[in-house]
Nanobody, 124 residues
Framework: QVQLVESGGGLVQAGGSLRLSCAAS????????MGWFRQAPGKEREFVSA????????YYANSVKGRFTISRDNAKNTVYLQMSSLKPEDTAVYYC?????????????????WGQGTQVTVSS
């Protein structure tokens, strides 16, 4: 079992930055691929970014490419999402997820474990 706890969300003005963290329990964190997804009110949960177990493969949604950076610290069992140049359309609940296969994927169906989410609100 893996438990995931997100933090770092909040209210920020357009153009600002936030860094989300996702702390994972369990000794096998370093073998998991990790992903970030988001869900805005009335919309489906969508892929944001993913990182392979080693950090060697990174994926980003086109909507965040160049503005968001995913990273991980396996020694701290934590994955991060640095968000810059935030836009009102980035407003959503952000979820981290873990995939035990270790290969980063954009498909949310491949992730076995999910956090409870953290709210990000970007004001215009």
């Amino acid at each position: 079992q893996v438990q995931l706890v997100e933090s770092g969300g909040g209210l920020v003005q357009a153009g600002g930055s936030l860094r989300l963290s996702c702390a994972a329990s369990g000794r096998t964190f370093s073998s998991y691929a990790m992903g970030w997804f988001r869900q805005a009110p009335g919309k489906e949960r969508e892929f944001v970014s993913a990182i392979s177990w080693s950090g060697g493969r990174l994926y980003y949604a086109n909507s965040v490419k160049g503005r968001f950076t995913i990273s991980r610290d396996n020694a701290k069992n934590t994955v991060y999402l640095q968000m810059s140049s935030l836009k009102p359309e980035d407003t959503a609940v952000y979820y981290c997820a873990a995939d035990f296969r270790g290969v980063a994927t954009m498909d949310r169906r491949e992730y076995e474990y999910w956090g409870q989410g953290t709210q990000v609100t970007v004001s215009s």
